[in-house]
């Protein structure tokens, strides 16, 4: 990996921040989150193969691959920071496969997987 590289999901203050490398950042609120998600493909394993998707409104939002999470304290902190447990679960998925992982409602299940 090349040391401009970066490439981490972390929480920062109130903020979810992914930078890929220096020059390729974004920067989401988490009290504006309206939905996180996480999907696969078929690229791997020579690529990256398995994001989450984070949106604050329908038609703007952000991914990052599962790579870039240190997930065990990541999803604790910002599953307290949305006062709900945030818990996602497609890390060994071999298909292409897309879940969502908060809100959880009755409208939307977050263990509810879909398969294509």
């Known amino acids: 990996m090349d040391k401009m590289t970066v490439n981490k999901l972390t929480i920062q203050d109130d903020k979810i921040v992914h930078e890929q490398d220096p020059q390729n950042r974004w920067t989401l ?7 996180i998600g996480e999907y ?7 690529a990256d193969d398995s994001f989450f998707v984070f949106a604050d409104t329908i038609d703007q ?22 006062n709900c447990e945030l818990a996602p679960g497609l890390f060994a998925s071999t298909n292409w496969a897309t ?15 879909w398969f294509r």
């Not at 609120?29 to 939905?35: L, M, S």
């Not at 879940?99 to 997987?113: C, D, H, M, Q, S």
Request: hydrophobic share 45%; aromatic share 12%.
């Open 29 to 35: 609120d988490i009290d504006k989150i309206k939905f």
């Open 99 to 113: 879940r969502v992982i908060f809100p959880k409602t009755k409208n939307v299940l977050a263990e509810t997987t």
């Open 61 to 82: 939002w952000w991914q990052a691959p599962t790579l870039a999470v240190d997930h065990e304290h990541f999803w604790k902190l910002l599953g307290q920071k949305l």
């Open 40 to 46: 696969t493909t078929a690229a791997g394993p020579l």
